[in-house]
């Protein structure tokens, strides 16, 4: 389980394909500190770690499933990736819960610079099946846009809007979003939930 408080934007440094899968090798800061099968938020998918390299690297395997339904098989050498490690259950919850389970993707359609913040807007295929999943959002609620924990506004049921402060701008991949960036959104688990819940009530 994650919290959607993202450690640090690392760089892809190398992308190998077998077969239907692909090897990421991330460079991060805190590679040293990892293990062998240890969970990593990638983007907000969850991953393991299968290797770790020289130079504080690592690399992990994302299957066929986790590149069709989100980003990271859109990844290239020297792109940007959001981490996060999972949650100490001693830990403070600061974000909301996650469980790097990515639901699907979104496209930027907006950057607006708002005094001092900025503005994101994304839009995403939707079904009426998906909504009665839980695979929407709601005003004020939460949401995960890759691997970040963020608060929705002016949700539409195709679209909603986050603002980034300036040091999530620049400690996240957000830095390097614009319009036309495919991300991953994680619906709220709550909500999947209670949608579950109403469903199951209605049989």
Not at 41 to 59: F, I, M, R, S, W
Not at 65 to 78: I, V
Not at 85 to 104: A, E, F, K, P, Y
């Amino acid at each position: 389980m994650f919290s959607g408080i993202v450690e640090e934007a690392a760089t892809v440094v190398a992308i190998n394909r077998k077969d239907s899968n692909i090897d990421l090798t991330i460079r991060c800061s805190f590679a040293d500190e990892l293990h062998i099968d240890q969970s990593i938020a990638h983007n907000g998918v969850c991953l393991t770690v299968v290797n770790l390299g020289p130079d504080k690297t690592y690399t992990v395997t994302a299957i066929r499933e986790t590149l069709e339904r989100s980003n990271l098989g859109l990844l290239k050498e020297g792109d940007l990736v959001n981490l996060e490690r999972s949650m100490l259950m001693n830990g403070r919850l600061d974000g909301h819960i996650v469980q790097g389970h990515v639901d699907t993707t979104a496209v930027c359609t907006a950057v607006e610079n708002a005094d001092g913040s900025t503005y994101f807007t994304f839009v995403y295929e939707t079904t009426p099946e998906m909504v009665a999943k839980g695979y929407m959002t709601v005003e004020k609620g939460s949401v995960t846009v890759n691997g970040v924990s963020l608060t929705v506004c002016d949700s539409t049921p195709r679209s909603f809007r986050v603002a980034i402060i300036p040091y999530t701008f620049e400690h996240t991949n957000f830095r390097a979003i614009q319009t036309g960036t495919r991300v991953n959104l994680e619906f709220d688990i709550i909500g999947k939930y209670l949608a579950r819940l109403t469903e199951l009530r209605n049989l």
